[in-house]
């Protein structure tokens, strides 16, 4: 895998601008496009004393996507900056950006990663393997977006059972809501303390993804999906690792030092 450059993390009390990672030029550039663009939802939200930084998606305006390597040369891209200026070498302003699903020792999805149609790993129903860590938290599941626009958080299970082919799509684990109810593997006052990812789907179009900017337990990261931010069916993407972007900004409460290469990106790009 190439060396990549991660995203410099997002303190409490501080946010830290990504701009110093572009060039003066491409700066005014990005800055001179950003009134014309469609700002997104992004804002800071408390929950139980811990702050979350919350970015909700209209995919009818918000054309997601999902990111693994470099179609022309093969390479993973590992990091959001490498998707951004990948991006940009080709026309596009990055606007969004989150990891996806967790991954294996190899660096490859470990379960369903779905990109443009194209199932490139397929749907993972192995059960019961230590070495998959969080994964294996069941029931994991699936964030899929389909074809027509709508999206859809699912069990593992029950994405197989639905039988859908989706355009875009991440298997992760574990499920932190399903139908309303936290996930029965969580306990209340576990003291497996992380700083977490998350995405849920409100409406067939509203998609929420949220990070900790301080480590929380499992329990508590599924009563801010449900309690705060109203939704049914949500599932954790990853942990330490976990950022957000939001046009030129990263989020993430995480050390630089535990920010790890991605196997998959979300993204939002518009044209720049």
Same mark, same amino acid.
């Given at each position: 895998?190439? +060396?990549? $450059?991660?995203? &410099? &993390? !997002? $303190?409490?009390?501080?946010?830290?601008?990504?701009?110093? *990672?572009?060039?003066? /030029?491409?700066?005014?550039?990005?800055?001179?496009?950003?009134?014309?663009?469609?700002?997104?939802?992004?804002?800071?939200? $408390?929950?139980?004393? %811990?702050?979350?930084?919350?970015?909700? /998606?209209? /995919?009818?305006?918000?054309?997601?996507?999902?990111?693994?390597?470099?179609?022309? =040369?093969?390479?993973? #891209?590992?990091?959001?900056?490498?998707?951004?200026?990948?991006?940009?070498? @080709?026309?596009?302003?990055?606007?969004?950006?989150?990891?996806?699903?967790?991954?294996?020792?190899?660096?490859?999805?470990?379960? *369903? @990663?779905?990109?443009?149609?194209?199932?490139?790993? &397929?749907?993972? *129903? +192995?059960?019961?393997?230590?070495? =998959?860590?969080?994964?294996?938290?069941?029931?994991?599941?699936?964030? +899929?977006?389909?074809?027509?626009?709508? +999206?859809?958080?699912?069990?593992?299970?029950?994405?197989?059972?639905?039988?859908?082919?989706?355009?875009?799509?991440? %298997?992760?684990?574990?499920?932190?809501?399903?139908?309303?109810?936290?996930?029965?593997?969580?306990?209340?006052?576990?003291?497996?303390?992380?700083?977490?990812?998350?995405?849920?789907?409100?409406?067939? $179009?509203?998609?929420?993804?949220?990070?900790?900017?301080?480590?929380?337990? #499992?329990?508590?990261?599924?009563?801010? #999906? !449900?309690?705060?931010?109203?939704? !049914?069916?949500?599932?954790?993407?990853?942990?330490?690792?976990?950022?957000?972007?939001?046009?030129?900004?990263?989020?993430?409460?995480?050390?630089?030092? /535990?920010?790890?290469?991605?196997?998959?990106?979300?993204?939002?790009?518009?044209?720049?």
């Amino acid at each position: 895998m190439r +060396a990549t $450059t991660p995203l &410099p &993390p !997002r $303190t409490r009390n501080a946010r830290r601008p990504l701009r110093w *990672l572009l060039p003066p /030029l491409l700066v005014a550039g990005v800055l001179g496009c950003t009134p014309a663009a469609r700002a997104l939802d992004s804002t800071e939200q $408390t929950f139980q004393g %811990q702050n979350y930084r919350v970015v909700r /998606l209209d /995919l009818k305006h918000d054309r997601l996507s999902l990111h693994w390597r470099d179609p022309q =040369s093969g390479q993973p #891209f590992g990091s959001i900056e490498t998707l951004r200026q990948w991006g940009e070498a @080709h026309g596009q302003r990055l606007l969004f950006a989150a990891n996806a699903g967790i991954y294996d020792r190899q660096l490859a999805p470990l379960g *369903l @990663h779905v990109e443009n149609g194209k199932t490139v790993v &397929p749907l993972n *129903l +192995a059960h019961g393997n230590p070495a =998959s860590g969080n994964f294996s938290l069941l029931p994991n599941g699936v964030f +899929a977006v389909y074809p027509d626009g709508h +999206a859809e958080v699912r069990t593992s299970a029950d994405f197989k059972a639905d039988g859908k082919s989706a355009r875009w799509a991440t %298997q992760s684990g574990p499920m932190l809501l399903i139908d309303g109810k936290l996930n029965r593997q969580f306990v209340d006052d576990s003291a497996s303390l992380k700083w977490r990812s998350g995405v849920c789907v409100k409406t067939p $179009t509203e998609v929420v993804f949220a990070v900790s900017e301080a480590p929380v337990n #499992f329990h508590t990261f599924g009563q801010l #999906f !449900r309690d705060r931010l109203g939704c !049914r069916d949500a599932l954790y993407l990853d942990g330490s690792i976990s950022q957000l972007y939001v046009d030129g900004e990263g989020y993430s409460g995480a050390p630089a030092f /535990l920010v790890k290469p991605y196997a998959g990106i979300f993204a939002v790009f518009v044209a720049r």
